[in-house]
């Protein structure tokens, strides 16, 4: 048994808590697990004869000190922030992918000249990032899964796909906004067609979301 250090459950929580970093409801959901199992052990040692104060000691002592826990449950942030990105993103992959043509389809400038080699080659490279986009995503979400099964975290391949996806995605930023301004100078037209303001807001909040993911992973993973 280890030496009762006198720390109560809420105190033992608040400074696991501050050694936490990671999506609010990840982290809220562990520490309320936390808080059910101090609960359970204080209740047995309660059971036993033990006063109330006292079992919580123990049950907190026994438990380990938030220098012990907090690698351990701040692996199970990360992984649950690059599960929340990689969802995102595949899912934004599969929509952006199959609905990018869509916005320019039936426009007054699409059975006109063809817009020049690099216009070309820099649309067609969006399909190929999303591909990867994607692919990444459901190598993350599997490989996710598959040390879940293990009882590991797989922090190493994690962080190489996390840190793949982020890189893929700024990519993609970067070539959108760069395909959208070019779009705009070769047609004029394109800043009043509606589909095109439509797929723009929309590209805009997919981003929006995905960077804000990632973000919540890189503070988790860091």
Known sequence: ???????????????????????????????????????????????????????????????????????????ELAAGALRGLSRRALLIAVVLTLGGDLTWRGSSWSGGPPPPPGYQVLAASMDGIWL????????ALLGGRWAARRGRTAAPAGRVLGLGLAGTLVVGALAGVALFAWSAGLWEAALTWPPMIIGSVLAGAAYFTLFRATRLWLVAAR
């Open 1 to 75: 048994m280890r030496a009762c250090d006198g720390t109560g459950i809420d105190e033992r929580l608040r400074d696991l808590g501050s050694r936490l970093r990671g999506p609010a409801r990840l982290r809220a959901g562990l520490l309320r697990e936390v808080r059910d199992a101090l609960d359970d052990a204080a209740e047995a040692y309660r059971e036993r004869g033990l006063p109330a104060r006292e079992a919580e000691r123990r049950a907190v002592a026994d438990f380990g000190t938030p220098a012990e826990l907090a690698p351990t449950y701040q692996a």
């Open 132 to 139: 990867v986009v994607g692919g990444l995503a459901l190598a």
